[in-house]
């Protein structure tokens, strides 16, 4: 089941929290959420999964800011979720989609208790200029069924920025 749009508004503040919160960002069954106005790149073209990857980071100017094609680009949402009892979900907004910008590679499922800003991982088709404060994606509410244990990972649980892969801490010490 996912929640109405007025059944996310009647949650907020109990079992979901959107910070900060404006009720004309609120959709039939999910609710826009902004782009903040900073933006990571990695510093180098390979990038190694058993290694942290050190990137960049980039202002988005009020005159916006150009992307390239083919050259991945980590920004986060402006407002800070937190949600009990259902799993949250992140998803482009069709207007974005339909200018060659893809807003989430694969990390659109949240966990059920996730606490923090949204990582966006962005790429274009073709150049884009993008603006900070500009409704990006959405997110949606499933109910869950059934004896769950809340995400308590270290990895990006209460994050406070942008969060590069933390792949490499998977790895044990060879």
């Given amino acids: 089941m996912i929640l109405s749009g007025k059944e996310i508004q009647n949650k907020i503040g109990k079992e ?6 404006n009720k004309s960002q609120i959709n039939p069954n999910s609710y826009n959420l902004k782009l903040h106005n900073e933006l990571l790149v990695y510093d180098n073209h390979i990038l190694d999964m058993k290694k942290e990857n050190k990137a960049k980071k980039i202002i988005i100017p009020n005159e916006g800011i ?48 996730f606490n923090g800003y949204w990582t966006l991982e962005m790429f274009c088709i073709q150049p884009i200029r993008i603006y900070a404060g500009v409704e990006i994606c959405q997110i949606y509410y499933h109910k869950i069924e059934g004896d769950y244990d809340k995400y308590i990972s270290g990895k990006y649980q209460n994050n406070s920025d942008i969060q590069p892969s933390l792949l490499f801490k998977d790895f044990k010490e060879e």
């Fill in 16 to 21: 979901i929290c959107i910070e900060p919160f």
């Fill in 66 to 113: 150009l992307l390239e094609p083919n050259k991945l680009y980590l920004g986060r949402t402006l407002e800070y979720t937190k949600t009990q009892d259902y799993v949250p979900m992140l998803e482009g907004r069709s207007s974005v989609g339909r200018l060659g910008l893809f807003v989430h590679i694969t990390a659109g499922f949240g966990d059920v208790g």
